[in-house]
């Protein structure tokens, strides 16, 4: 039959990892043959079980997984540690608990663990040679721990007093001579915790090295998921179980065995059935233990702000969440990897997680502290725990015959990823330092799987922004435009992982249009330095980023603008690229001239300069061929302020970077032929950029008329025309009689004669008396 637990969720972490749990407890000790999947917002099991046998398993038969961290503080095999769980199973005479029992009983045979010290005096030793080894806060705080067992010492007391001793010797505080002691007692247990915790540090990577070597098979399943060691013997830990399984002074495998205790050897039956039926079903019961569910359920961390009362330390929780939780962490086991056969450093490569990117959700801010992201799979078809596993084993995502090592670059793979595995979705979760020094495994959405071929545009990024984030990483600290510019982009990437369409690469275009700007109006003397202009966007952004408005076609039409002889690109006059080598800076300041008040007034400054030039260099034609031209009636349009000036100067600059000598512009020509907007051309621009045509009007090949541009800049657009007509006549062509009014405003006028135009005919019958056959 199929079961739907509605107790189990993607969100939050502790709860799919609960389902994990379930599911993998129920195909390893009762039915092999089951299979689980997520549907409805909750995991379905399909097994020979029903409801209440699933729930007597839990109850009756499960034999917990022995889950141990003798490595860590709080584990439960140090003296001052919480030892209620531990002892409770040591004398347990449940069957259900004999290997845990093997393995606890292993470990402290082990004459490798840290000696606990007999003495006050063996304590005061190994706190006094720390002193003098440690420097600052912490050497700080072993002194006042040593001064604090000094001046406590009671009369009658030694060094040599044992610490049984001390710890049975009365305590009354209404007795002075038992006060001092107990007052003594105190400050020795601090010392005593300081004493281990130092041992234990020193001796941690052994112990991590024996844990491996020596625990039984039984055990191997949660040290793999705790961390894995590299070839120099250093652990490397899985972000899932925080540092080696613990979170700052929360230890899960303490929290576990406590948890198991309270649940199956002290709990009364009738009340863990009902707490099995809430966490598997969300049914409503009471019996709920006040302790902390880790970084796993951020609503229930506890903290300020989180509960009923100022700051709630902790929540209660149901022990069933917490028990299958860390049982469904044994399904999330690293290995480590290189990132090629040559590489000598290994890293723990933990199923579905990759390094932290402070993107694509709404609480992320700047200079967010993220110790990594994992994107867990939501399947919607039902596969058994092998299957399972294997998807988790496999859990590493491709982009370009590489690893994804980000969370960005992981939302690039999950396309092909999840259509590949039959994935529906992902959750994803991102590790933040969000209480003091703790971090929570915030849900940052829930990512559905959609492949689109526009997202290989994608690619051409990562060779643009690389040297870019090496240029970056050339300062101590980057300037503030820099930053925010570049963690923009990132945000805008992962916008277009999600919402594949022209809005969202249009914006992406926009923030790389304003880093390309910053990049091209910095000092290049100044260090750091980049190299080479940044551009390698391929052809197939124009359509992608085609929204239907009109600021993308006039923005490509003008960065289409190639080189006219000497005379460079249009990037040349405003990226300051070389005019012969546009892949490479030109020499000082180059031929930038992206100078004005306005959008319109910088396009016609470059017209003026690009005149100019002309002249300069005896270019005989006007410097506006492009490889892209626009309709007629898109430039008419422009001329009447349709374009939103900041939008087409942000996407100028975005396609500067793109590579006009690959072509591939046939589609977008062809798509483009049709205008926006119908409307009416403006007779007075028809008569102008006639005489800015790279090509012959009727036939004729114009003379250069300069005057125009600086009549056109000094506001005068009535005495332009007029001398546009003379120059037609002067070239034995016959413009209609014609009054021009002047009515477009001028600086708006001049730029448009940069832009290239199609369909040049409509111009000259606009304005051309048609020639006698």
Not at 56 to 80: K, Q
Not at 135 to 161: F, I
Not at 371 to 383: D, F, G, H, I, Q
Request: glycine fraction near 8%.
């Amino acid at each position: 039959m199929t079961i739907i637990l509605e107790g189990c969720s993607p969100a939050p972490m502790a709860s799919y990892l609960k389902a994990l749990g379930l599911f993998r407890l129920v195909a390893q000790q009762k039915d092999a043959s089951c299979q689980g999947w997520w549907g409805g917002g909750h995991l379905h099991l399909k097994t020979a079980l029903t409801k209440e046998e699933l729930i007597a398993f839990l109850v009756d038969e499960y034999a917990p997984t022995p889950l141990v961290a003798p490595w860590n503080g709080g584990s439960g095999f140090n003296p001052d540690d919480k030892l209620d769980g531990i002892l409770a199973i040591q004398k347990s005479k449940d069957p259900r608990f004999a290997t845990y029992q093997a393995v606890i009983n292993e470990i402290k045979s082990w004459p490798e663990s840290p000696t606990v010290p007999e003495t006050a005096g063996e304590i005061r030793a190994v706190l006094a040679k720390a002193t003098n080894e440690f420097k600052g806060r912490k050497q700080e705080d072993l002194a006042a721990v040593l001064a604090e067992m000094d001046r406590t010492l009671p009369p009658g007391a030694t060094w040599e007093t044992a610490l049984a001793e001390v710890e049975a010797h009365p305590k009354d505080r209404s007795n002075p001579e038992q006060d001092a002691w107990r007052n003594w007692w105190k400050a020795v247990k601090k010392g005593r915790t300081w004493a281990t915790g130092l041992a234990r540090g020193a001796s941690k990577e052994a112990l991590l090295n024996i844990c491996r070597s020596r625990l039984p098979e039984t055990a191997l399943e949660w040290i793999d998921a705790a961390f894995a060691l590299g070839r120099d013997g250093k652990p490397d830990y899985n972000p899932v179980l925080g540092t080696g399984g613990n979170e700052g002074r929360l230890d899960f495998t303490n929290n576990f065995m406590q948890r198991l205790a309270e649940l199956l050897l002290g709990g009364k039956r009738e009340e863990t059935v009902a707490l099995a039926r809430a966490a598997l079903f969300g049914e409503i019961t009471d019996g709920l233990a006040k302790a902390s569910i880790g970084q796993y359920d951020p609503g229930r961390a506890g903290g300020f702000n989180q509960g009923m009362e100022v700051e709630t330390k902790d929540f209660k929780i149901n022990p069933w969440d917490f028990v299958l939780m860390l049982e469904g962490s044994l399904v999330l086991a690293g290995s480590m990897v290189r990132r090629s056969p040559v590489d000598p450093q290994a890293q723990l490569a933990s199923p579905f997680t990759v390094r932290f990117s402070p993107v694509g959700f709404s609480s992320g801010e700047a200079g967010e502290q993220g110790r990594a992201e994992t994107w867990l799979p939501v399947w919607e078809r039902p596969a058994s725990l092998a299957e399972v596993k294997h998807l988790f084993g496999e859990g590493r995502a491709s982009l370009q015959r590489r690893q994804a090592r980000t969370g960005l670059e992981f939302s690039r793979s999950v396309g092909s990823l999840g259509v590949d595995r039959g994935i529906k979705g992902f959750q994803r979760y991102v590790y933040l330092q969000r209480r003091g020094q703790s971090y929570v495994a915030l849900p940052a959405g829930s990512i559905p799987v959609r492949y689109s071929p526009i997202l290989e545009l994608l690619n051409d990024l990562d060779h643009l922004l690389q040297p870019l984030d090496r240029f970056l990483r050339g300062f101590k600290n980057p300037p503030a435009s820099f930053a925010s510019v570049r963690r923009k982009i990132d945000e805008a990437i992962f916008t277009c992982t999600q919402k594949p369409e022209p809005a969202s690469f249009h914006a992406l275009l926009r923030v790389l249009g304003r880093m390309d700007r910053l990049v091209a109006m910095r000092d290049r003397s100044k260090k750091p330095k980049l190299l080479k202009p940044p551009m390698g966007l391929s052809p197939g952004w124009l359509a992608a980023c085609d929204d239907g408005r009109l600021e993308i076609r006039v923005a490509a039409a003008l960065a289409s603008i190639g080189r006219s002889d000497k005379i460079g690109p249009l990037a040349s006059y405003l990226v300051g690229v070389s005019a012969e080598q546009p892949w490479q800076w030109d020499s000082g300041a180059g031929k930038k001239c992206w100078t004005g008040n306005s959008m319109e007034e910088r396009l016609g400054n470059v017209v003026l300069r690009r005149l100019l030039d002309a002249e300069r260099y005896g270019v005989d034609e006007p410097p506006f061929r492009g490889r892209l031209g626009l309709a007629p009636q898109d430039i008419g349009l422009f001329l009447q302020g349709a374009c939103d000036p900041v939008v087409l100067e942000e996407l100028l600059w975005g396609l500067m970077m793109l590579e006009w000598r690959l072509g591939g512009l046939d589609k977008t020509r062809l798509a483009w032929s049709r205008p926006v907007q119908a409307t009416v051309l403006p007779r007075e621009w028809c008569l102008l950029k006639l005489l800015h045509l790279p090509a012959p009007v009727q036939g004729v090949k114009i003379r250069r008329e300069p005057r125009i541009a600086r009549l056109l800049s000094a506001g005068r657009v009535e005495e332009a025309c007029q001398v546009a007509m003379y120059r037609l006549r002067a070239s034995n062509l016959s413009p209609y009689q014609a009054t021009y009014l002047g009515r477009l405003e001028p600086a708006r006028l001049l730029a448009s004669l940069l832009i290239p135009v199609r369909m040049q005919a409509r111009l000259e019958r606009a304005v051309l008396q048609q020639p006698k056959q």
